[in-house]
């Protein structure tokens, strides 16, 4: 069975974005895009929330055309031009859009039928909204977090409305020069 796994930049506190959706405090550099490219480029198939989505169909369709585009750009514009992009939203129409899937509905069994299909991990990017959805259901089975050294203090938070104790097992950890520091966990299903 597919695993879920959210990729989220976090600070120190547990905030996803600031208050107001900021994410001017996330700490990205090359030495982060390339680790982060070498995972990204063994997965097939990412999950966002209808927010996410439109921010990176605003961006990556064409992010390698530009003429200043970075190596990242040119990369992940490849790379999320031929993933197959699943996205939970009430509002949006699926008509017309290519090698996309829309969750509107039935969202456990939906998802449950995805991680039956295939092989690989599903990546989760942000998507706090998606991510609390997914958390209610049970349905995230790993956590790979890129930890930012600021405390913001008030935000959107990761983790809200936790039902009961979730057992995670650390796979790995990265420290990077910036400071920030990755943290890879799976849920111990134990």
């Known amino acids: 069975m597919r695993k879920i796994i959210s990729f989220m930049h976090i600070s120190l506190d547990g905030f996803v974005a600031g208050p107001n959706g900021e994410m001017n405090w996330i700490k990205v550099d090359e030495e982060i895009f390339d680790h982060v490219g070498k995972r990204i480029s063994k997965t097939d198939t990412a999950l966002y929330g209808r ?49 996309t899937t829309v969750i509107s509905g039935q969202l456990a069994d939906r998802i449950n039928e995805i991680k039956q299909q295939g092989s ?58 910036s400071g920030v520091v990755g943290l890879d966990y799976v849920v111990d299903a134990e």
């Open 51 to 99: 927010v996410t989505y439109d921010m990176m169909e605003g961006y990556w369709p064409t992010a390698a055309d530009k003429p200043n585009a970075s190596k990242h750009d040119i990369e992940h514009s490849k790379w999320y031009k031929d993933v197959h992009r699943i996205v939970l939203s009430k509002t949006l129409n699926a008509d017309g859009l290519t090698n």
């Open 120 to 177: 690989g991990e599903i990546l989760l990017f942000g998507s706090p909204s998606a991510t609390h959805a997914l958390i209610q259901e049970n349905l995230i089975d790993g956590y790979w977090l890129f930890v930012n050294p600021v405390i913001l203090g008030q935000g959107i938070p990761l983790f809200v409305d936790i039902k009961g104790k979730v057992k995670l097992k650390l796979l790995a950890a990265q420290q990077f020069t």
